[in-house]
């Protein structure tokens, strides 16, 4: 597989919709080992279940699975072993292929661990939202994208959304976006696969990325009926390794550790908010290279270490409140 190839296997891309949270988790595990908790917390959308349930949950959802095995450590990790599947064509023939997340993906991941952080494209997402409940009727009111390429921002997206339904005053408050704002905006509908398109092939980037991802995934699955896939990377986590000496990691703190101004009217709005994690990942990205960090999967190591569920559970919430006191967050 060419470098290009590697690069566009780590972005963002469209799939069909996972039809079981099987298939939905070993997606997940595909992407790295990963622990019961966090793995009922992404595939089932259950923050904050405790340890024991989340285990049952865990082997109920992908312990049968003969590709997919629990470590000592705890965390579950995708096998070599390929394991054959039967795959239904247009036609009601039946075909065998791979089972999801087994050899290949290893084999790419692997592949991609190779490349320079500079060859690599990054999305940088942030979303203005009704709330922060996504699957219960909460919906995006304004989403920006800025893609940085070369070290460098390339361009940036960003449009209102007319979220279809009513806006809470504290929202308002704080985004400063009022319905009459959004009334003749587009719906997410309209705009789903353009926003899918921007995405596609970029290392999907948030400041408390977890958020960000879920919100999206969730409106262009709405928009699309295809699930939105692929790796993402959090600015918030990448702080906490890269500049532990802060006492807060939320974007004003570490924005202002490395001087980057979010002009008092472009703060908690999509495009302002998205502009400053864009640079912050920048700086990020060469205070990385400072300590030999230069490639991907070294990056991507660097990120991961050391975040334990109990850590996410101190987090404070993703919506915005009038009084925030909290060490990270956006």
């Not at 891309?13 to 079981?20: D, F, H, I, N």
């Not at 096998?79 to 795959?87: D, E, G, H, L, Y």
């Not at 190779?114 to 939202?129: C, G, H, K, M, Q």
């Not at 309209?190 to 970029?202: F, N, Q, S, Y």
Request: charged residues 20%.
């Amino acid at each position: 597989m060419d470098s290009d190839s590697l690069i566009a296997s780590l972005g963002a891309r469209l799939k069909p919709a996972e039809s079981t949270l099987t298939d939905a988790a070993v997606a997940l595990i595909a992407r790295g080992p990963i622990a019961s908790p966090e793995l009922v917390a992404q595939v089932c959308q259950a923050i904050g279940v405790r340890r024991a349930l989340a285990e049952s949950l865990a082997r109920s959802i992908v312990g049968h699975r003969p590709d997919v095995r629990q470590g000592p450590d705890g965390r579950w990790t995708i096998t070599t072993q390929t394991v054959a599947r039967p795959r239904a064509t247009s036609d009601g023939t039946t075909v065998t292929r791979a089972a999801a997340g087994s050899t290949s993906p290893t084999l790419t991941r692997e592949g991609a661990a190779a490349l320079p952080i500079s060859s690599l494209r990054f999305a940088v997402v942030d979303v203005e939202t009704t709330g922060g409940r996504p699957g219960h009727g909460d919906r995006i009111t304004e989403i920006a994208i800025v893609r940085v390429h070369g070290g460098q921002i390339v361009d940036v997206f960003e449009t209102l959304v007319n979220p279809e339904c009513a806006i809470p005053p504290m929202i308002t408050q704080i985004t400063r976006i009022t319905a009459d704002m959004v009334r003749s905006k587009p719906v997410f509908a309209t705009i789903a696969h353009d926003v899918a398109e921007r995405l596609a092939g970029h290392i999907f980037v948030a400041h408390n990325v977890s958020f960000d991802w879920r919100v999206v995934s969730h409106e262009v699955y709405r928009g699309t009926g295809q699930a939105l896939d692929g790796t993402t990377l959090c600015t918030v986590r990448l702080a906490r390794k890269v500049l532990p000496q802060l006492p807060r990691r939320n974007l004003d703190a570490v924005a202002n550790h490395y001087a980057v101004e979010i002009p008092a009217h472009a703060r908690h709005r999509a495009a302002g908010d998205a502009i400053a994690t864009a640079r912050i990942l920048l700086a990020m990205l060469r205070d990385a290279e400072g300590r030999d960090i230069t490639t991907w999967g070294a990056l991507d190591a660097f990120h991961r270490a050391g975040t334990s569920m109990a850590k996410k559970r101190r987090r404070p919430p993703a919506t915005p409140s009038p009084v925030r006191d909290a060490s990270d967050g956006a």
